[in-house]
């Protein structure tokens, strides 16, 4: 046989070589499919002669049959070239791959396919039993995976089409924005003047420059503004903003045993993560609208020339908390700097105190610089002890700042030269929402006493025309009913608000630590029972019903020398924020119990 070449077909000659598609005896129907795929040929490119395949080898699937496509056809198939014969061995010529075609083309005879050792030993493997076995099994597992994959998407849409539903905005809204306290409404304009975006506010819990200093009283905060509804949940949030039940998708797998049919519908449990939540502002005629309108309400509302005494010195408590925070977290910080441990748990209530007492007589500037040297002098005593443990130097930092906490509120004459500025800490956003843009005064260098010689003269408010009934009989009961008969007196939304400042805030207070924790629970009981009343009877019914419940609350607390129940004291309290008629007229001659 000789080894010379033919001459290379002309274009219209190359027709006659297209190969036959013969399936393999035995062979598995898939294989088969696959080398037809292969071999399928187009045409040939009339230029070059060179032949055109249907599809691209790389683009053939071999369901696992194989890496090499020519192997895996081989498998299957055998493409034979009509009067061609095998140099070897003399039979038909089956092609080995697309190459061994354009040699054919190219007036080349190449070995068959059969001739081809490394062919057939790869054909071996290819059709090997135990490897097709395996393959089985993998593909089974395989498409068992994509069925739970399958659900598990389906699962995520419902959830989707549930927030969707639940918390869908509708524009316009009915009615204004709620009354609330100063600190909810600081922390609702800090959200709306310094957030990335309003539409919606995302991401709240990783602003470099924090929403508040405390990075743990955020999500508290919040959640406040939900249920006083200066804010509502935006229904961009994702899935995993919100408890669900079942709580997640391999949750729901297991408790219907594995059944993809009896998979429970994802339901929404009605709580939420308030840090992985986005937000928008409700009240308004749009959502662009209504930004403009609750950050025009909140300035107004917070403009000290227009509040009464109770309102200007809750404003003075959310500047001492914001100035007293933001030293402890440049205090955190100064530690993080110079590698020292945080603060123990058993250090960080007598911190947090002499944080708050300096707060209310010296600007943040002054509090740095206290901060700055309790953390220098630790760091120095490190340096001196190498082999003391690093954690007795934060407590010794905690030992300092408070003894010179101690000396700069007993001393107003001590000078200290106060901070301008920390680098890489610039003040949270509720922060500058109350200094700059509702004090205009910097909080380096203006302190509570400034604050308060500055302030104008608050409001009083007007003699109510038809007061309180005086007290013959139930007080209470008078009260309550003086309340349900004037819905135009009192903004039952303020009751809500206020149950859930003191049931947030009351545990962390610094001054006074037992009587908080007893406020802080009968006030998230009664928040509870609001809750609970308010979807079926409305707001203000639940409203009066709160009231009817203090009397439950019978543990003693005691608050500058004064003892009385809880109860009492939260529904004294409560009344403070919308109603105050005179003594005279109430039949009342219980003095005020303040919590300042």
């Not at 929403?211 to 995993?240: N, Q, V």
Request: net charge negative.
């Amino acid at each position: 046989m000789s080894d010379v070449p033919r001459p290379r077909p002309a274009v219209d000659d190359l027709a006659e070589l297209v190969p036959e598609i013969v399936p393999l005896d035995g062979a598995d129907a898939e294989l088969v499919a696959i080398g037809e795929r292969y071999w399928a040929l187009a045409g040939f490119a009339p230029e070059l002669g060179t032949p055109v395949w249907c599809e691209k080898a790389k683009d053939i699937d071999t369901a696992g049959w194989g890496h090499q496509i020519y192997a895996v056809a081989a498998a299957g198939v055998r493409a034979v070239v009509a009067g061609r014969v095998c140099p070897q061995c003399g039979g038909p010529l089956s092609l080995t791959s697309r190459a061994a075609f354009q040699q054919v083309c190219d007036g080349h005879d190449p070995a068959c396919a059969d001739c081809n050792e490394s062919l057939t030993s790869a054909v071996r493997v290819i059709i090997e039993p135990a490897r097709k076995a395996k393959r089985e099994a993998a593909r089974a597992k395989a498409e068992e995976r994509n069925a739970v994959e399958s659900v598990h998407a389906r699962w995520t849409r419902l959830q989707r089409d549930a927030i969707a539903e639940e918390y869908a905005a509708v524009f316009p809204s009915n009615g204004g924005v709620p009354a609330s306290g100063v600190r909810e409404m600081v922390g609702a304009l800090a959200l709306l003047r310094y957030a990335p975006s309003t539409s919606p506010i995302t991401a709240v819990g990783s602003w470099p420059d924090p929403l508040h200093p405390d990075s743990g009283k955020i999500g508290p905060l919040l959640g406040t503004l939900i249920r006083a509804d200066l804010l509502r949940i935006h229904a961009s949030s994702p899935a995993t903003a919100f408890v669900w039940q079942p709580a997640t998708f391999e949750e729901a797998l297991r408790e219907a045993e594995g059944d993809l049919d009896a998979i429970d519908t994802p339901q929404l449990a009605g709580s939420f993560y308030p840090l992985a939540a986005h937000y928008y502002a409700p009240h308004g005629s749009s959502a662009g609208k209504a930004v403009e309108e609750l950050d025009a309400h909140l300035a107004a509302a917070l403009s000290p020339a227009g509040m009464n005494e109770g309102r200007q010195e809750d404003l003075l408590v959310v500047a001492r908390e914001l100035i007293a925070e933001e030293a402890l977290r440049y205090f955190t910080n100064r530690l993080d700097d110079l590698n020292l441990p945080a603060v123990p748990e058993n250090h960080a209530a007598r911190l947090s105190e002499a944080a708050y007492k300096v707060a209310e007589h010296r600007p943040l500037g002054e509090i740095y610089n206290l901060v700055w040297r309790a953390t220098r002098a630790a760091a120095e005593a490190a340096q001196k002890n190498p082999r003391a443990p690093r954690a007795h130097m934060t407590t010794h930092a905690v030992n300092r700042f408070e003894t010179d906490a101690q000396r700069a509120t007993a001393d107003p004459g001590w000078e200290l030269k106060p901070f301008t500025a920390i680098t890489g800490q610039g003040p949270a956003a509720m922060t500058r929402a109350l200094f700059y843009n509702l004090l205009d005064s910097d909080p380096m260098e203006t302190g509570l006493p400034q604050l308060r010689d500055a302030l104008p003269e608050p409001l009083v408010a007007p003699r109510t025309a038809d007061p309180v009934p005086a007290g013959e009989g139930d007080q209470l009961a008078a009260t309550v009913a003086w309340l349900n008969s004037h819905p135009d007196a009192w903004d039952p939304y303020l009751v809500a608000a206020g149950l859930g400042v003191l049931a947030e805030e009351r545990e962390d207070s610094p001054e006074w630590h037992y009587e908080g924790k007893i406020l802080a629970r009968g006030a998230a009981q009664l928040l509870r029972l609001h809750e609970r009343l308010a979807p079926v009877i409305g707001v203000q019914e639940a409203a009066l019903a709160v009231f009817a419940a203090t009397p439950m609350l019978v543990h003693p607390v005691t608050i500058d020398g004064t003892t009385l129940n809880s109860g009492t004291w939260i529904l004294d309290r409560l009344c403070t924020l919308f109603l105050a008629p005179p003594a005279e007229e109430t039949g009342d001659t219980e003095g005020d119990v303040s919590d300042d």
